[in-house]
C-alpha cells in the first residue's frame, strides 16, 4: 500500500528529474541513478522489445550514463552545443509499490525542445516514461528509466539531450 507521503516524495522525484534535465544540470541528474542503472529509450512506441536483440535510441547501463554526461559536459558535444532550451511536462502519474519496498511509476510527458545549435527549431517530444525507483539512504534513487516516445519508430531528429 503506498502512503500518501510516498506519494509525495515519488511526485517530486519526477519533477526534480525533470527540471535538472531541462536545465541541463547534468551532475545533479546523474546524482539520481543507482549503479544498477538501465536508461532505455526503445525504437518502438510500445517499447514491447528486447534492447538486446533489437534497435534501441538509447540503451545504457550505468557506465554509459556516466558516459554520456562527461560528454555532454565537455563541450564536444556539438549536438548539443550550446545545450537546447527544454520544459517538460509530466501527467497520469501511476505509482505501483512492489513488494520490495521499490516503486514503478508511469507519466505522460510533453517535452518542448527549442534547438538553439543551428536553426533554432521548437520541437516537440511526447511519450510515456516508467522509473522504477527505491530508497537508497533516506533518498529515492533511480535504477531504470525506460522513455516510450509516440513517435519512437519514425525518423528522430538529433536524440543527444537528456529525455
Given at each position: ?16 528529474e ?8 547534468y ?10 542503472a ?16 533489437q ?34 511536462l509530466i ?13 514503478v ?6 517535452l ?20 522504477k ?13 525506460q ?13 543527444t539531450?537528456?529525455?
Amino acid at each position: 500500500m503506498l502512503s500518501d507521503t510516498e506519494y509525495r516524495a515519488v511526485e517530486a522525484f519526477l519533477y526534480t528529474e525533470a527540471r535538472l534535465a531541462d536545465e541541463a544540470r547534468y551532475a545533479e541528474w546523474e546524482a539520481l541513478w543507482e549503479d544498477d542503472a538501465i536508461y532505455w529509450v526503445p525504437a518502438h512506441p510500445s517499447g514491447d522489445t528486447d534492447p538486446r536483440r533489437q534497435m534501441s535510441h538509447i540503451y545504457d547501463n550505468r557506465s554509459r550514463i556516466a558516459t554520456r554526461i562527461k560528454l555532454l559536459q565537455s563541450g564536444y558535444r556539438y549536438s548539443q552545443e550550446p545545450a537546447s532550451f527544454m520544459r517538460r511536462l509530466i501527467s497520469n502519474i501511476e505509482i505501483e509499490k512492489t513488494d520490495a519496498g521499490e516503486f514503478v511509476v508511469g507519466s505522460n510527458f510533453l517535452l518542448l525542445e527549442l534547438s538553439v545549435q543551428a536553426r533554432h527549431d521548437l520541437r516537440q517530444w511526447g511519450g510515456r516514461t516508467i522509473h522504477k525507483l527505491r530508497w537508497v539512504d533516506g533518498q529515492l534513487k533511480m535504477f531504470w528509466k525506460q522513455v516510450l516516445l509516440v513517435n519512437a519508430a519514425e525518423p528522430l531528429p538529433n536524440l543527444t539531450f537528456l529525455i
